[in-house]
């Protein structure tokens, strides 16, 4: 089997070897005269049989012009969904309600799951109670400082009075003691009417806690979807025990959907959010949308940046999961297109084409590789025209003399 791809390297060498260099002779040999190679095209560029050069080489070119060149963004990519989240329980107890099948579309704050209360509503009447008991004591105790205040201020009159009648001589120092002690008392006693009516409010906070908990918890037995999606997922089982944390069922948003791939370092600066950006999956299916996110941070292993672009989906017919082609609008930039065989290198190793210059000469211009095509490859740097060597560029090096016959992008010549 290598013996014949080695017979047939050298038999397809020699076919193209006799269709360059012996044209002539073999046109002859078949009975038909050479194409006049004058007559094929007018470019100045082109020698004439007038004034061939005896030592210039057969060679097949085309004229080639720049194109505006569609540099779209080129991305290998899946679709993802724009919002998946598992939904778990929040307390334990038993499922109550008849489960839901996968596949099935469910609103935002549809529910899911329902366990059963079991003890809870007999904590959230005691919580209520232990509230409204509390709420009782306020009233007491505000009636409590009433009354202390008021006494306070019967010993603050009657200090004075005996404090005023004790400087005059009409009172004795035991009558003064006597009030001031009255004073000190009353003081105490409104200071305990405070503490109390203080106490009874933060009885009341306390049981309005323990009745905002019990009301929580009892709101945690109805599992409801977070937002409107697909249950990718059956929810949980009737009669089925839930704890914390136990999946109940899993949802995800489709619509839109995102399409996800990674970007290089060389080309991530030509991704902008709001681009315009189409992609191709798998079955030849074909959408649109536009960018929504580009990553500022690379990805360690990869170095590449993660992109997103989000993509209308109201049938539901993007999956997540499916691999995507994803080509981000650029600014277009001018390109040739070329058949592939016309790429060669030089002696130092740099990727370009030969072409054929102004005085018949052979000449070598590097290219960079745009994109590759089923009709060709995109290259730039060309300039603006150019008759680029399709057939025989092998065979010749910068500064050779050539004689050109012009053919088509196939290297097919001209009739």
């Not at 307390?91 to 839901?100: E, W, Y």
């Not at 306020?138 to 004075?160: K, M």
């Not at 945690?220 to 977070?226: G, Q």
Request: proline residues 5%.
């Amino acid at each position: 089997m290598r013996l014949f791809s080695i017979l047939a390297a050298i038999a397809v060498s020699l076919m193209i070897y006799a269709f360059v260099f012996e044209r002539p002779r073999l046109m002859a040999a078949l009975g038909t005269d050479a194409p006049d190679t004058t007559d094929v095209a007018q470019e100045p560029a082109e020698p004439t049989e007038s004034s061939p050069d005896p030592g210039a080489i057969g060679v097949v070119a085309v004229h080639s012009r720049a194109q505006e060149f569609d540099s779209a963004v080129v991305l290998r990519g899946q679709t993802q969904a724009n919002r998946q989240v598992e939904v778990r329980a929040e307390t334990s107890g038993k499922v109550i309600s008849d489960p839901l099948r996968k596949g099935s579309f469910v609103d935002a704050q549809q529910t899911l799951c329902r366990l059963a209360p079991g003890t809870r509503d007999a904590a959230l009447a005691e919580a209520r109670a232990r509230r409204a008991e509390a709420e009782t004591r306020v009233p007491e105790a505000q009636a409590r400082l009433t009354e202390a205040e008021a006494r306070l201020a019967e010993a603050q009159l009657n200090n004075t009075a005996a404090s005023t009648l004790s400087q005059s001589g009409f009172a004795s120092d035991t009558r003064v003691a006597g009030a001031r002690a009255a004073l000190s008392a009353g003081e105490a006693v409104v200071q305990a009417a405070k503490s109390g009516l203080d106490a009874a409010r933060t009885g009341i906070e306390g049981a309005e806690a323990g009745v905002a908990a019990a009301e929580e918890e009892m709101t945690r037995l109805n599992i409801t979807a977070p937002f409107a999606g697909l249950l990718e997922s059956d929810t949980a089982e009737l009669g089925s025990l839930l704890q914390p944390g136990a999946l109940c069922a899993t949802v995800i948003q489709l619509d839109p959907i995102k399409l996800v791939g990674f970007v290089s370092e060389a080309d991530v600066a030509r991704v902008t959010l709001g681009a315009d950006a189409r992609a191709r999956l798998v079955n030849r299916q074909e959408v649109t949308g536009a960018v929504t996110f580009v990553a500022r941070s690379a990805d360690p292993e990869t170095r590449t940046f993660r992109v997103e672009v989000a993509v209308p989906n109201a049938d539901l017919a993007l999956r997540d999961g499916q691999t995507a082609e994803i080509m981000i609008a650029s600014e277009g930039t001018p390109a040739h297109l070329l058949p592939q065989s016309a790429l060669t290198l030089n002696d130092e190793g740099t990727l370009g084409v030969r072409i054929v210059t102004a005085e018949n000469t052979a000449g070598f211009i590097p290219v960079a590789l745009m994109r590759d095509t089923a009709d060709g490859v995109w290259v730039a740097g060309l300039p603006q025209a150019a008759d680029v060597i399709v057939i025989g560029q092998e065979y010749v090096v910068a500064g050779v003399p050539v004689r050109a016959s012009y053919g088509d992008s196939n290297g097919d010549l001209a009739q």
